[in-house]
Every structure is written in structure tokens, then in C-alpha cells.
């Protein structure tokens, strides 16, 4: 028999979800883009969604993540700040430690 751990990681900010995985994606998927509304089709996501989720990582980070410029006769865009940046590198490491942590502990319940 193989055990198996199943987890999810979020970080929270005064009990507000910061980021998660659908978070962090689509803060790639606009870095990918340079759109919101881009990265919300290439996700599946609607836009309203996407917008809700983004404004709500603005506002529970320490700085701005996305820089968001208005629609128009040259388009919109989106981009994500150096800051940004860096929270998705630190959230990444965060779930790449903590799976290689789960995995060593799983394999000492298989090894019983």
C-alpha cells in the first residue's frame, strides 16, 4: 500500500486570502498576457472573477502587484510590479519546500 498527502497552501493577510495556486496563476497568466482580460480567457475564467481576484490581492498586499491602465482607442493592459513579481517567486518556493517536506514525511509512512 503507498500512502498519499493531499494539501493545499494559501498565505492570508488580516484573514484575507493573499495568494493561492488560482491565485498565482493568474498573476502569471497576466504577466504572460499584459492583459487581465487575457489572462481570465486563457484561464476560463470571467472577467468579473478575475478583476474581484486581483483586487483583492491588491488590497491585502503590502504594495501594489498589478499596475492596471483603462481601455481605449490603444487598449488596456496589465502588468505586475517588481513586488509582484517577487510574491509569486516566494509563493512558489514556499509550495516547492513544502511538498518536498510532505513527500519525505509520506515516505516514512510507507516505509512502516
Not at 493531499?6 to 493573499?18: F, M, P, Y
Request: aromatic fraction near 8%; charge should be positive; proline fraction near 2%.
Amino acid at each position: 500500500m503507498s500512502y498519499k498527502i493531499k494539501s493545499r497552501i494559501w498565505i492570508e493577510a488580516n484573514n484575507h486570502v493573499l495568494l493561492g495556486e488560482g491565485r498565482v496563476h493568474l498573476l502569471k497568466a497576466i504577466e504572460d498576457t499584459g492583459s487581465l482580460s487575457k489572462a481570465a480567457k486563457s484561464l476560463g475564467l470571467s472577467y468579473k472573477k478575475a478583476w474581484s481576484l486581483i483586487d483583492s490581492v491588491n488590497k491585502s498586499a503590502k504594495k501594489p502587484v498589478t499596475i492596471n491602465s483603462t481601455g481605449g482607442k490603444g487598449g488596456g493592459g496589465a502588468t505586475l510590479t517588481p513586488y509582484g513579481k517577487t510574491l509569486i517567486t516566494t509563493f512558489d518556493e514556499i509550495n516547492k519546500n513544502c511538498w518536498k517536506f510532505l513527500d519525505e514525511q509520506v515516505r516514512k509512512l510507507d516505509a512502516l
